[in-house]
């Protein structure tokens, strides 16, 4: 009987380079909310805190953290074929809008909170940012800076007299603003 034997000796040297890469995740945790009213702080209190009579019925762009740095994809066609370039995105990228859905026969915020809104909105802070703490929806607060206060559908504050009179705003009212940061 014939034993065949083989043998090989290879040598392994060390990689030439290491690639290493490392992704925040965002994670969306189960949140039916709660009943705790979202709140407005204006720098050092020059303004007094609008504390929301009533949640907004609907918002855009957050969850239980922002949900405004999704990465943006861009294609290109080239004559090789598409070239595709991702973006990642950022905090302030995307607006958040909070909207009371009100018509001209309903209205779903008082008078005095829409003029709380607007004197944060018409007064912006010299130095500092608005702090908005979501407390229905997560115990983080964010520094913001608003964009726009519409009643109406309009970028102009549309009252109309009936409403006034009763101390109520007919019509659609957004409260649209951007995150700055978390607060420390």
Same mark, same amino acid.
């Given at each position: 009987?014939?034993?065949?034997?083989?043998?090989?000796?290879?040598?392994?040297?060390?990689?030439?380079?290491?690639?290493?890469?490392?992704?925040?995740?965002?994670?969306?945790?189960?949140?039916?909310?709660?009943?705790?009213?979202?709140?407005?702080?204006?720098? $050092?209190?020059?303004?007094?805190?609008?504390?929301?009579?009533?949640? /907004?019925?609907?918002?855009?762009?957050?969850?239980?953290?922002?949900?405004?740095?999704?990465?943006?994809?861009?294609?290109?066609?080239?004559?090789?074929?598409?070239?595709?370039?991702?973006?990642?995105?950022?905090?302030?990228?995307?607006?958040?809008?909070?909207?009371?859905?009100?018509?001209?026969?309903?209205?779903?915020?008082?008078?005095?909170?829409?003029?709380?809104?607007?004197?944060?909105?018409? $007064?912006? /802070?010299?130095?500092?940012?608005?702090?908005?703490?979501?407390?229905?929806?997560?115990?983080?607060?964010?520094?913001?800076?608003?964009?726009?206060?519409?009643?109406?559908?309009?970028?102009?504050?549309?009252?109309?007299?009936?409403?006034?009179?009763?101390?109520?705003?007919?019509?659609?009212?957004?409260?649209?603003?951007?995150?700055?940061?978390?607060?420390?």
């Amino acid at each position: 009987m014939t034993d065949l034997t083989s043998q090989t000796t290879f040598e392994i040297l060390a990689a030439a380079e290491e690639f290493e890469e490392t992704a925040d995740l965002i994670l969306l945790p189960e949140n039916a909310g709660e009943e705790a009213m979202r709140e407005l702080h204006y720098p $050092n209190d020059a303004l007094p805190a609008i504390i929301y009579e009533e949640l /907004p019925d609907k918002w855009e762009n957050f969850d239980s953290v922002p949900l405004t740095p999704r990465p943006t994809l861009k294609v290109e066609a080239t004559l090789a074929g598409n070239k595709l370039a991702r973006w990642p995105g950022y905090l302030a990228d995307k607006s958040i809008r909070e909207i009371w859905s009100g018509d001209a026969s309903k209205s779903r915020m008082t008078l005095g909170h829409l003029r709380r809104l607007l004197e944060y909105y018409l $007064n912006p /802070p010299s130095s500092g940012y608005i702090t908005w703490y979501p407390k229905d929806r997560t115990t983080t607060g964010y520094q913001i800076e608003i964009e726009s206060v519409t009643v109406g559908g309009t970028d102009a504050v549309s009252l109309d007299y009936y409403g006034v009179y009763a101390g109520y705003v007919l019509g659609e009212v957004i409260f649209a603003f951007r995150i700055v940061s978390e607060v420390a």
